[in-house]
C-alpha cells in the first residue's frame, strides 16, 4: 500500500494522508482563510475547525460524509455543550464515531480536530 500526502503546512505535517481507501486529516486548528487564529466563542473556532477538516479531506478526493471517526480536544471541558451545538450543524445524522477529551493545548485555542475518512479509491 502506498501512501499519498496532501497539502502544505507550516508544521512538519501533511494536512491529509492517503492509505489506502483511507484518509487522515492532521488535527485542525481555527485558522481562518487569511491565516489568522479565529477566535471568539467555542461555537465559532468549532466551525472553522471542520471547515478546515472538510478543506483538507477535499485535497484528497473526500468529503465531511466520508468521515468515519473524529478525535477532538477541548481546551476547557465546560465548552463541551456549544462544541456539541456547532459540531452537529456539520455533521447531520450518520455521525462519525468521536472521542473527545479536554487537553492544554500548544496554542491558544479553544478546540483542536483531526479525521478519518473512508473513501475507496476509483
Do not use: H
Not at 46 to 67: F, Y
Not at 90 to 97: C, E, I, L
Amino acid at each position: 500500500m502506498s501512501k499519498e500526502c496532501f497539502g502544505s503546512a507550516a508544521a512538519p505535517l501533511s494536512p491529509a494522508v492517503r492509505a489506502g481507501d483511507y484518509i487522515f486529516v492532521s488535527g485542525q486548528v481555527p485558522v481562518g482563510a487569511n491565516g489568522e487564529m479565529v477566535g471568539g466563542s467555542i461555537e465559532n473556532q468549532t466551525r472553522q475547525v471542520l471547515k478546515n477538516v472538510e478543506a483538507a479531506l477535499k485535497l484528497a478526493g473526500a468529503t465531511l460524509d466520508d468521515v468515519v471517526k473524529t478525535t477532538a480536544w477541548l481546551q476547557d471541558a465546560r465548552d463541551f455543550n456549544g462544541f456539541n451545538k456547532a459540531y452537529g450543524e456539520v455533521f447531520k445524522g450518520n455521525f462519525p464515531a468521536r472521542s473527545t477529551a479536554e487537553s492544554r493545548l500548544m496554542v491558544d485555542i479553544k478546540v483542536e480536530i483531526e479525521a478519518i475518512a473512508y473513501k475507496p479509491k476509483g
